[in-house]
């Protein structure tokens, strides 16, 4: 059987990673293009309904979408792209990119947005059976919504890099410490962002709108290609 062998192994963590990978970001862009505007123009009463129902549902798909697509996405590149084709094959610097910007946003699912819509959805509970609302709900709502934000913008360049890996001849940077060190300091000025400063300050106010959230994830994408063709050995 062509799925015993080391090939069938290797389709299948695609197929798995691209399963879990669709339900992941399908629903952080549901998240952020549909629910977030949709909670924001409706009813407290139906918010409410939907915080107790809804979102426990959609939250759990949501973070076990991300778990599968990061432990998948990390056997297949330590398998194949690094054990296989080896950090001299420029498209393995290309997934590798793509891998660590996903890592970071598995990250922010687990330890940023889950255990705050965890307190939305226990307020939403406690309130509808009279008791009184958690006064640190709104602010843990506004960092997990700019998280969450965040991880829009993180995926597209990591999109971008992972088609890129298979469809999109990359220039290998001739410096190799020099691009990582600059590549690494974009991510994480990008994540201090989002984990520091106040929603609505001026460093997250592009974040606050659907279309500012895009532009910003495809401003990242350009910079980060840029950074390939600008580094590129020989270049």
């Known amino acids: 059987m062509v799925l015993m062998s080391e090939s069938g192994f290797l389709f299948l963590l695609r197929w798995i990673h691209f399963l879990a990978g669709i339900t992941w970001i399908g629903l952080l862009y549901y998240l952020n293009f549909a629910q977030t505007p949709f909670f924001a123009e409706?009813?407290?009463?139906?918010?409410?309904?939907?915080?107790?129902?809804?979102?426990?549902?959609?939250?759990?798909?949501f973070r076990w979408g991300a778990m599968i697509t990061f432990l998948s996405g990390w056997l297949y590149l330590l398998h194949w792209w690094l054990g296989k084709r080896g950090i001299s094959d420029p498209q393995?610097?290309?997934?590798?990119?793509?891998?660590?910007?996903?890592?970071?946003?598995?990250?922010?699912?687990?330890?940023?947005?889950?255990?705050?819509?965890?307190?939305?959805?226990?307020?939403?509970?406690?309130?509808?059976?009279?008791?009184?609302?958690?006064?640190?709900?709104?602010?843990?709502g506004a960092r997990a919504g700019?998280?969450?934000?965040?991880?829009?913008?993180?995926?597209?360049?990591?999109?971008?890099?992972?088609?890129?890996?298979?469809?999109?001849?990359?220039?290998?940077?001739?410096?190799?410490?020099?691009?990582w060190l600059i590549a690494l300091i974009i991510i994480a000025l990008v994540e201090w962002n989002c984990l520091t400063f106040a929603p609505g300050k001026p460093t997250t106010k592009s974040l606050g709108t659907v279309k500012g959230t895009l532009w910003f994830g495809f401003i990242l994408t350009l910079v980060f290609y840029l950074l390939f063709e600008v580094m590129k050995k020989g270049g």
């Open 92 to 140: 393995t610097w290309v997934i590798l990119l793509g891998g660590i910007l996903g890592s970071v946003m598995w990250f922010n699912v687990w330890f940023v947005i889950w255990p705050r819509q965890k307190l939305v959805i226990q307020n939403a509970l406690d309130t509808a059976a009279g008791k009184p609302a958690n006064p640190a709900v709104a602010a843990a």
């Open 42 to 61: 409706t009813e407290a009463p139906v918010r409410s309904g939907a915080q107790q129902k809804l979102l426990p549902r959609v939250m759990w798909w």
């Open 146 to 179: 700019l998280a969450s934000r965040t991880n829009v913008v993180f995926s597209i360049p990591m999109l971008f890099m992972m088609g890129a890996a298979s469809h999109l001849p990359m220039p290998r940077p001739g410096s190799g410490g020099a691009f």
